[in-house]
């Protein structure tokens, strides 16, 4: 088997991308949908990032960056009503020509740009912050969004917000998981307040609870992820629940135009 058809040890054809929604405040529409990687091992299953990734190489994290992005655009030509987001290794912003090559990529699948969210790892380093933000600005203009994933767990939080043009937070799981205490709730408000400040959404990762919902919402985060939504599924199973949302939302427009009649 040729070296193209692999990345490390893992063949290509035994790669696929899961996607998580991403849900807007009041948890019923879709608005985004985050690709999560799965390697369909012949003799341990379905395995997630953590069990395959930390093998490879960072030449070869970098390949798998550009399979995932390429993949999940491609798979987003099937929603033309969400946005797709992809994980971006830290370390790709230091190539000068990386936003170039996003951009011919996004072209060649033909998805709209503005369509596209990378995900920058908070807690990665980035060492050239000036080719960083060239980088992000060019991606900018043309309308991909830049989030910053698992904010408040890194070294460099505030850093990142000084210094990088970015559009979105992601607030990590593990201030969501403690809102019911003060000091998480506090830290949560903070954020959002924060974030709102200075013009950025902001996203809840690992919802799980109604309780979690409801506080967030409240505290203002703009959209929603985790199990009490949905957990990561198969492009399929995206496909069919936006179709169940579409069919929804018409079901709903049916009604307000009756009782419109009959009012």
């Avoid at 994980?87 to 996004?106: G, K, M, T």
């Avoid at 970015?166 to 408000?189: G, M, N, P, T, Y």
Wanted: aromatic fraction near 8%; charge should be negative; proline fraction near 3%.
């Amino acid at each position: 088997m040729s070296e193209s058809e692999r990345i490390g040890g893992v063949k290509k054809a035994e790669l696929a991308l899961y996607y998580q929604p991403q849900m807007s405040a009041d948890g019923t529409t879709v608005v985004c949908v985050e690709a999560l990687i799965r390697h369909n091992s012949p003799f341990r299953g379905i395995l997630g990032p953590g069990d395959f990734m930390p093998q490879l190489s960072a030449v070869e994290l970098m390949n798998l960056d550009w399979w995932v992005l390429d993949q999940a655009c491609r798979d987003a030509l099937l929603w033309p009503s969400v946005s797709v987001s992809v994980n971006v290794s830290a370390v790709q912003f230091r190539n000068a020509d990386f936003a170039e090559r996003v951009l011919a990529l996004v072209d060649h699948v033909g998805m709209p740009p503005q369509r596209l969210e990378l995900e920058i790892v908070e807690a990665a380093f980035i060492e050239d912050f000036d080719m960083a933000t060239a980088n992000i600005e060019t991606l900018r203009k043309q309308g991909v969004k830049i989030a910053l994933d698992d904010f408040g767990t890194g070294f460099s939080s505030l850093t990142y917000l000084l210094r990088m043009p970015i559009d979105k937070l992601k607030i990590d799981k593990c201030f969501i998981d403690q809102v019911e205490f003060v000091r998480s709730a506090a830290i949560v408000h903070a954020i959002v307040a924060m974030a709102r400040a200075l013009g950025l959404k902001v996203t809840a990762e690992g919802v799980e609870t109604e309780l979690q919902h409801r506080f967030l919402r409240a505290a203002g985060c703009h959209y929603m992820q985790g199990f009490l939504f949905s957990a990561a599924l198969s492009v399929g199973g995206i496909t069919r629940m936006l179709a169940q949302q579409a069919e929804r939302a018409e079901a709903n427009m049916a009604q307000a135009r009756a009782a419109s009649v009959t009012g």
